[in-house]
C-alpha cells in the first residue's frame, strides 16, 4: 500500500475495536470512549454497530464539542451492514447465532471530520477519502 506524504495525516491511526471491547459499558462509557479516541486523532472501525440511541448521543455530544473545542470540526460516520441482501430465515438464523457468539456483520467507521474528508458506501463496502 502506498500512502502519500501529507502533513495532515501525521499522527492518524487506526484503532481496530472488537464489538467486545464495548460490550459491557453503558451507552454514555460507549460515547465517550469513541470520542476520546477520536479527539487522539484516530479513525474507529467498530466490528459491529451502535445502537440508534448511541449513535444519536454520538452525534449530540459531538455537536457540542464543536462548539467547545477549537481544533475540533465533528466526525465522520459510516455503516456497512453485509447482510441487507439475505432473505428472512437466513437472517433469522444469522441472528440466533450473532446472539449466541457475539459475531457481527456490520462494519462501522469513525473519523475526525478534520482528517477524513468524506466516507462513500454502498451495501457491500466503505471508502474513506482523507
Known amino acids: 500500500m502506498r500512502v502519500k506524504k501529507n502533513n ?23 460515547v465517550k470512549k469513541i470520542l476520546n479516541l477520536i479527539l487522539g486523532n484516530r479513525v474507529v472501525i467498530l466490528q459491529g454497530r451502535l445502537r440508534p440511541e448511541e449513535e444519536i448521543r454520538l452525534i449530540e455530544d459531538t455537536m457540542a464539542m464543536v462548539d467547545h473545542i477549537k481544533t475540533f470540526k465533528g466526525i ?12 428472512f430465515f437466513l437472517k433469522m438464523r444469522r441472528g440466533i447465532a450473532r446472539g449466541l457468539t457475539g459475531e457481527s ?4 467507521v469513525i473519523g475526525p471530520a478534520n482528517v477524513v474528508k468524506e466516507i ?8 474513506v477519502f482523507f
Open 120 to 127: 462513500k458506501k454502498d451495501p457491500s463496502k466503505i471508502e
Open 105 to 108: 456483520g456490520s462494519l462501522t
Open 8 to 30: 495532515k495525516l501525521k499522527g492518524l491511526s487506526i484503532h481496530i475495536m472488537p464489538y467486545s471491547e464495548i460490550r459491557e459499558l453503558t451507552i454514555t462509557e460507549r
Open 76 to 87: 465522520e460516520l459510516a455503516v456497512v451492514d453485509s447482510n441487507k441482501e439475505e432473505g
